[in-house]
């Protein structure tokens, strides 16, 4: 009992004695394998988790804090008390926040509904949940779970709540402190509720959106797929609508139901070429093909290369009347698709060029009408462009601005905690002023009390003396 003399003001003293020892004759506590800690034997000690915690530094709590008190202590609280410590065996514990452990970290603000189990109706009550990655995560080890705390004191170490038979969620790690959860009697767990169900189903989902958003960042293989778009289940090529009834009556709708199908084509940017033969009066079907790009959304750039109109036999071309030659039934068309990226956005280009002989004056309309419209198409384009670039720029702007605002608060907040800092050290030179004069003060009160008692001291033995003197004079 006499250890609890070395308390002074305060403070709190754990003692630990009369240990039961097993049949080993070990004691169940571990005082010797760390002279400043204090660990557990059994089934919740693991030397691999030990050897791995040397390893891996980052995640050394959640693989030590269920054997060593001093790595359980060292979390306990979320922020330390101002004027507290923790000694442990002689040596204080140093506060750590397991916020420091992690990587690609977000912040996500959960609000519990109101009225559920009694909770009471606050505007304010709500929880900042911290999840990211352990920075050790690239190695694969099975290290998850939330720090669960309750006004500043953990409840829950590394809660676990998804379990999966794979890798999922592997890594993954989170804070928070929920003050609307009724904690247990023994601190070691909550009250099961509707409120704490909650929560759970909560932490849960944001665990798998943040894996799934960013597990292929540390080599896993990404768990999600893109939505297909166009054919083949990946990112396809701007769907054009089929020819008209009428051009298909006059040629081969076989063809053209084989120049319009995608499955043909290459992604990523790669050229994906098809070679169609068709009839020469397909010349009004081109000019509706080339409307049916222009009206595509999806198509962002078009270009058309020139054809060689000098080397065209047969027809009046420009005004001027050409010899008449044979003029064949069949012209073979080349379609290139281009795939690029500008500014974030997918952008397909289709150019289209002709390796032929001869064309009839249809033909040679039915190219003119389609260079026209792709240059329409450009321009069009060239102004999209442009006004997406003004967005972005006056968005850019915006943003500068709000950054300078910023700056301006910042520095104002500065400059008033420096005059509150200055302040605070003013206060504290009076307040040394005046206890340094307030102890001068008491010690010369005390060296005239103790001149005082000195002198009454003194009367008092006089007084004594007289008193003999007339008793002797009496006799």
Not at 70 to 92: C, E, M, Q, T, W
Not at 238 to 259: M, Q, V
Request: with cysteine; aromatic share 8%; proline share 3%.
């Amino acid at each position: 009992m006499m250890q609890f003399n070395l308390i002074e003001n305060h403070g709190t003293r754990v003692i630990i004695y009369n240990l039961w020892e097993d049949d080993q004759g070990q004691l169940e506590l571990d005082f010797g394998s760390d002279q400043h800690d204090i660990q557990i034997r059994g089934v919740n000690r693991d030397e691999k988790n030990i050897q791995m915690a040397k390893q891996y530094p980052n995640s050394r709590h959640f693989l030590t804090y269920r054997h060593s008190l001093r790595s359980y202590a060292s979390i306990l609280y979320l922020r330390l008390p101002p004027n507290f410590r923790i000694i442990l065996r002689g040596k204080d514990v140093e506060h750590h926040s397991v916020v420091n452990d992690m990587m690609m970290t977000e912040e996500v603000t959960y609000r519990p509904q109101s009225g559920a189990d009694g909770l009471p109706k606050d505007i304010n009550m709500f929880a900042v949940v911290t999840v990211g990655f352990v920075k050790d995560a690239a190695a694969h080890i099975d290290v998850q779970g939330f720090n669960v705390y309750h006004k500043n004191r953990l409840i829950k170490p590394f809660w676990r709540l998804w379990n999966t038979a794979g890798s999922d969620g592997r890594g993954v790690i989170g804070v928070l402190e929920a003050n609307f959860v009724e904690p247990a009697h023994d601190k070691q767990g909550f009250e099961r509720t509707t409120v704490l169900a909650r929560l759970e189903n909560k932490l849960v989902h944001m665990q798998r959106t943040y894996w799934r958003n960013y597990c292929h960042k540390i080599g896993y293989a990404p768990r999600y797929n893109k939505e297909p778009v166009g054919c083949g289940g990946q990112e396809s090529l701007p769907e054009y609508t089929p020819l008209s009834s009428n051009a298909k009556k006059k040629g081969n709708a076989k063809d053209w139901d084989k120049f319009n199908s995608c499955s043909s084509l290459k992604q990523g940017g790669k050229t994906a070429r098809k070679y169609v033969s068709v009839n020469e009066k397909y010349g009004n079907g081109l000019a509706d093909h080339g409307r049916d790009i222009e009206s595509s959304e999806k198509l962002l750039s078009t270009s058309t290369n020139d054809y060689e109109q000098d080397n065209i036999a047969g027809g009046r071309v420009n005004g001027i009347n050409h010899p008449t030659q044979e003029i064949p039934q069949k012209v073979v068309y080349e379609t290139t698709y281009h795939s690029r990226k500008s500014n974030g956005v997918t952008q397909q280009e289709v150019s289209i060029t002709g390796d032929v002989d001869t064309l009839s004056l249809s033909d040679l309309h039915a190219l003119n009408q389609l260079q026209k419209e792709n240059h329409e198409l450009k321009e069009r384009l060239e102004r999209e462009e442009g006004e997406m670039l003004g967005d972005l720029l006056r968005d850019l702007q915006n943003e500068k601005d709000k950054r300078k605002v910023l700056e301006i608060k910042l520095q104002e907040a500065e400059h008033k905690i420096e005059e509150l800092n200055r302040e605070q050290e003013t206060l504290i030179d009076i307040f040394t002023d005046e206890r340094d004069r307030r102890d001068l003060e008491e010690e010369i009160l005390r060296k005239r009390l103790r001149d005082v008692s000195n002198t009454i001291e003194g009367l008092h033995e006089k007084v004594r003396l007289l008193e003999k003197m007339k008793l002797r004079n009496g006799k």
